[in-house]
């Protein structure tokens, strides 16, 4: 099982972002798993960004990213997505995807997002 994340980097505050979670080597389809993205900031523990069902059907978002954050999959791709705008300093932070499927839960590696003038 593998979850590769891609898409962060260093943007100015007010910025935009798009960061992708390719999924591979699943046991079951990927259709079959919520996905969800998290983020860890410096000497901090790692919070709940954004979560997607199985379909894409329903979304939840942290207070903190609402309105400004989409998180989006394409079932077809193996991929879920997370559309970063507006962005802020506090929003500086390694982002992980994961997956999960009853007990099955999965992580990625991580991507860092820096957002500084």
């Known amino acids: 099982v593998q979850l590769v994340e891609s898409g962060g980097g260093l943007v100015q505050p007010g910025g935009s972002l798009r960061l992708s979670c390719a999924a591979s080597g699943f046991t079951f389809p990927f259709i079959s798993y919520d996905m969800s993205w998290y983020r860890q900031a410096p000497e901090k523990g790692r919070d709940l960004v954004a979560f997607?069902?199985?379909?894409?059907?329903?979304?939840n978002y942290a207070d903190s990213v609402l309105g400004r954050f989409t998180i989006s999959r394409d079932n077809a791709k193996n991929t879920v997505y997370l559309q970063m705008n507006s962005l802020k300093p506090e929003d500086t932070a390694v982002y992980y995807c994961?997956?999960?499927?009853?007990?099955?839960?999965?992580w990625g590696q991580g991507t860092q997002v820096t957002v500084s003038s």
């Open positions: 997607i069902t199985t379909t894409g059907g329903s979304t």
């Open positions: 994961k997956a999960m499927r009853g007990w099955r839960n999965y």
